[in-house]
T-cell receptor, first 121, second 111 residues
Framework: GAVVSQHPSRVICKSGTSVKIECRSL??????MFWYRQFPKQSLMLMAT?????????EQGVEKDKFLINHASLTLSTLTVTSAHPEDSSFYIC?????????????????FGPGTRLTVT | DAKTTQPNSMESNEEEPVHLPCNHS???????IHWYRQLPSQGPEYVIHGLTSNVNNRMASLAIAEDRKSSTLILHRATLRDAAVYYCIRAGGTSYGKLTFGQGTILTVHP
């Protein structure tokens, strides 16, 4: 159980276009979803936190108008990279956490998707 | 600031135990210690977490020092599939759900 999927797994787009990445929790309801970005040879950097039905909370330095996050249901969150540029090329990873697990600090047992590799040409 | 310190890399032989250390000397009383690992080109995978007591699950054991300033992730018998980057993260309290990943430890397992 606790599977998170991402689609697409890889995407190549031209500079100036927009790309949407989907993150789905397949067998549980995710009260909170997180979006991370990882550049080659670097660690994951949290971009934003989204709760179902409310606006996402972005980390400092992340442009909310460029990285649009929608968390419309308890099983789906989307990240849209608008007007993509080559410097946005990265590995984007989502995670989902579920509430109500006994003994688990809320939000911290996160299940990660397989990631989406975005290349902007 | 990841707030934990881990060795950059460690090596092990297959079927031998591996002890991955983590220093978190400024940990607060409400912070949990979490371990995740990431295989190449994949998303991270939850391994284990704990607060004060040692913890065991099917993947690993977590030994937490009495003063909570350090902890050790123990893989009892390393396999080639355990080769990954292991992240030790302290989180809790008011930072609901936010995991700050440091550089982690690259574990290499030799056959």
């Amino acid at each position: 159980g606790a599977v998170v999927s991402q689609h697409p797994s890889r995407v190549i787009c031209k500079s100036g276009t927009s790309v949407k990445i989907e993150c789905r929790s397949l067998d549980f309801q995710a009260t909170t979803m997180f979006w991370y970005r990882q550049f080659p040879k670097q660690s994951l950097m949290l971009m934003a936190t989204s709760n179902e039905g409310s606006k996402a909370t972005y980390e400092q330095g992340v442009e909310k108008d460029k990285f649009l996050i929608n968390h419309a249901s308890l099983t789906l969150s989307t990240l849209t990279v608008t007007s993509a540029h080559p410097e946005d090329s990265s590995f984007y990873i989502c995670s989902a956490s579920r509430s109500g697990l006994a003994g688990v600090p809320r939000g911290y047992e996160q299940y990660f998707g397989p990631g989406t590799r975005l290349t902007v040409t | 600031d990841a707030k934990t310190t881990q060795p950059n890399s460690m090596e092990s032989n297959e079927e031998e135990p591996v002890h991955l250390p983590c220093n978190h000397s400024t940990i607060s009383g409400t912070d949990y210690i979490h371990w995740y690992r990431q295989l190449p080109s994949q998303g991270p995978e939850y391994v284990i977490h704990g607060l004060t007591s040692n913890v065991n699950n099917r993947m690993a054991s977590l030994a937490i020092a009495e003063d909570r300033k350090s902890s050790t992730l123990i893989l009892h018998r390393a396999t080639l599939r355990d080769a990954a980057v292991y992240y030790c993260i302290r989180a809790g309290g008011t930072s609901y759900g936010k995991l700050t990943f440091g550089q982690g430890t690259i574990l290499t397992v030799h056959p």
